[in-house]
């Protein structure tokens, strides 16, 4: 190969370096978009009937209530490195937009809906879920049970929608990023 065919083809010393940022943010998120998808698919199919097949409502509750708390801070990660590699991209496109394509903005927009979510979820509604479970748990006369488990619930539901809205989300990016990524 000719110096010249090799300027061509943008193999040039170093660049190939230079380039690794793209498949890195490529690994980064699709290993993100596995772990969300592949970890709630197996937390709705495998984890939650097994503890309420296995325990009793409050252990369970309880034991759950630990599960999620550790999803909200795995997701919440999954946020963080999801916008670390779109700043990367944009970054990188600023540098030199002649040679790097602009980021996706659909992408960018789903990431954003990500991180209000997530966060929603992680640091409001968790912890005041959290609260209403105990309160139920600890009410002694069954009326005052059932209205703490009636309060607790309909926070529940509605942390589930937001649950199963984000795993949407979260399809939909990963279809945004296969887009992206195949060749042209």
Do not use: Y
């Not at 991180?115 to 309160?135: D, F, H, M």
């Amino acid at each position: 190969m000719t110096e010249g065919s090799k300027r061509e083809c943008h193999m040039t010393p170093g660049v190939e370096g230079r380039q690794g940022w793209r498949l890195s943010c490529a690994v980064l998120d699709l290993l993100g978009l596995t772990m969300w998808i592949g970890g709630f698919a197996a937390l709705l199919t495998l984890v939650v009937p097994a503890v309420f097949n296995t325990l009793d409502m409050e252990t369970g509750g309880r034991f759950l209530r630990r599960v999620f708390h550790h999803w909200h801070l795995l997701t919440g990660g999954i946020v963080v490195v999801f916008i670390g590699t779109e700043f990367v991209r944009r970054r990188q496109h600023r540098r030199d937009p002649a040679r790097v394509p602009p980021s996706s903005r659909t992408g960018a927009g789903l990431v954003a809906v990500l991180a209000v979510s997530t966060c929603l979820l992680a640091a409001a509604l968790g912890p005041r879920a959290a609260e209403l479970q105990e309160a139920a748990f600890a009410a002694e006369s069954p009326d005052a049970k059932r209205a703490a488990l009636e309060t607790f619930f309909q926070l529940h539901t509605t942390m589930r929608a937001l649950h199963l809205f984000n795993a949407g989300v979260v399809v939909s990016l990963l279809v945004v990023k296969l887009r992206q990524w195949r060749p042209q």
